[in-house]
């Protein structure tokens, strides 16, 4: 949810973009099985996305992409939008994003327009801070999150397997767009393991080691 200082202080986008730096943020989508519009409760069949201009005021350098790559939830469904980038030279401020896509209902081919943030159902704001490598926080980050600090996931999109390169010796969890822990490495070097049989969808892999936390993600297909 956008962030609200009354409503939700804990929602929006937290995480400042540096630029020449890679980031990514995921927002993760719960579709519901109806929708009110007024007086009126209306079985809810899906919630449609636009591949590339869904994600309005994005600044130069991200993207977007969904989870599912379809860019349709359905019903009783969660899935996930992840933003992801380097922002470019001359971006840096704050950019107020908006979300925007269709409601489809009770089987009909006329989709509602439904937008994020919203003053009646989802008030705040998507606030995304781009800052230069000399604003903070981006002057306190000496090693560049792209670099050999940074978990090197490969394949990516991975099918049968996903090979880790944890020489720096974390403790690895991968996570789906749940929150649910789906496996726990403890192992240094280079790790794989089996996903076959996964549902596919993007994965968030968690890295720990001395209170430093390396998050990357990886589709499986």
Request: proline share 7%; charged share 20%.
């Amino acid at each position: 949810m956008p962030y609200d200082a009354d409503e939700n202080p804990a929602g929006g986008i937290k995480d400042t973009a540096c630029i020449g730096r890679y980031f990514e943020f995921v927002f993760t989508t719960q579709v519901g099985d109806s929708f009110t519009l007024g007086e009126t409760t209306l079985p809810l069949d899906s919630l449609w996305l636009d591949k590339t201009e869904a994600v309005d005021g994005l600044p130069k350098g991200l993207s977007y992409k969904c989870n599912p790559s379809s860019c349709v939830f359905k019903k009783a469904s969660k899935g996930c939008v992840k933003l992801f980038g380097t922002p470019e030279t001359g971006t840096e401020g704050i950019h107020q994003l908006k979300l925007s896509g269709k409601l489809y209902a009770n089987g009909s081919s006329f989709g509602l327009p439904l937008n994020f943030p919203d003053p009646n159902i989802a008030p705040g704001e998507y606030a995304l801070v781009v800052a230069t490598k000399e604003q903070s926080p981006c002057d306190k980050m000496s090693v560049d999150p792209m670099s050999s600090t940074r978990l090197k996931l490969y394949p990516n999109p991975a099918a049968s397997t996903l090979n880790i390169d944890n020489s720096s010796g974390y403790r690895i969890k991968v996570y789906n767009v749940m929150g649910n822990e789906i496996v726990q490495l403890d192992s240094e070097g280079e790790l794989t393991i089996e996903v076959a049989g996964w549902t596919p969808g993007i994965y968030l892999v968690h890295a720990v080691k001395d209170g430093r936390t390396v998050q990357s993600t990886v589709l499986i297909e």
